[in-house]
Structures are given as C-alpha cells and as structure tokens.
C-alpha cells in the first residue's frame, strides 16, 4: 500500500525537544519533495517546513526558524521533523507531505503551501507541548 507513515510526536515540554518521522510506504522518498504542515485547535492549517528532493534545500516558516530541523535520510526512506527549543505554541496535529515523483535533471524546490495539490498525506501524528 503506496502510503505516508508518520511516528513519534506526543508530549514536549516548553524548551524541549521532538523528533516527528515520515516513511514511505510502497514508494521511494528520494524522488519527492517533504513538506510539514500542522494544525492547531481552532485554527487553520500551516506550513512548517519543507525539503527538496532536487538538491536538499530547506525552507522554514518564520515560526519555527532556528529551532526546527527538517532532513532525510533516504537509505531508510525516512524523512524528519527534529524539534528543539519547544513552545506550547507549536502544539497540534502535525502532517507530512510528499510531492513528487520529481526527475533527477529538474530541479525543483520544494513547496510549503495550504493549497497545494500533495501526492499523499501523512495519517497526522498529535504534539503537545506542556508543563
């Protein structure tokens, strides 16, 4: 089953860290760009992070620049959400993404949008960030 598999996640303290994981299930993550989005009672859903499949490049939403870590290990078809530095804000539903397949000779950045049309969805993994 071609699928986004999400793990980790759950309850942070404020100052704290996460690590979320995305695996691919029935498909190869290296030829699609990740991107992270999560959703916060009440609220509407933002981007977080993303990164290219083309050349590793990164983007970070204003947020959570400098405390967020997106990478990819691809030999275990895994990407990551590391998060340091936890604020009770950053608690909600966190998604990943994943566009693609994208040919090795297009480069390609990646994209962090509400509105974009993602090739597959993670199930959504909760983070709760309290004392």
């Known amino acids: 089953q071609v699928q986004l598999v999400q793990s980790g996640g759950g309850l942070g303290q404020p100052g704290g860290s996460l690590r979320l994981s995305c695996a691919a299930s029935?498909?190869?993550?290296?030829?699609?760009?990740i991107s992270w989005f999560r959703q916060a009672p009440g609220k509407e859903r933002e981007g977080v992070a993303c990164i290219s499949s083309s050349d590793g490049s990164t983007y970070y939403a204003d947020s959570v620049k400098g405390r967020f870590t997106i990478s990819r290990d691809n030999a275990k078809n895994t990407v990551y959400l590391t998060m340091n530095s936890l604020k009770p804000e950053d608690t909600g539903v966190y998604y990943c993404?994943?566009?693609?397949?994208?040919?090795?000779?297009?480069?390609?950045?990646?994209?962090?949008?509400?509105?974009?049309?993602?090739?597959?969805w993670g199930q959504g993994t909760q983070v709760t960030v309290s004392s």
């Open positions: 029935g498909f190869t993550l290296d030829n699609y760009s």
């Open positions: 993404t994943a566009d693609g397949p994208i040919a090795r000779w297009v480069f390609r950045l990646c994209v962090l949008s509400e509105t974009y049309d993602y090739n597959y």
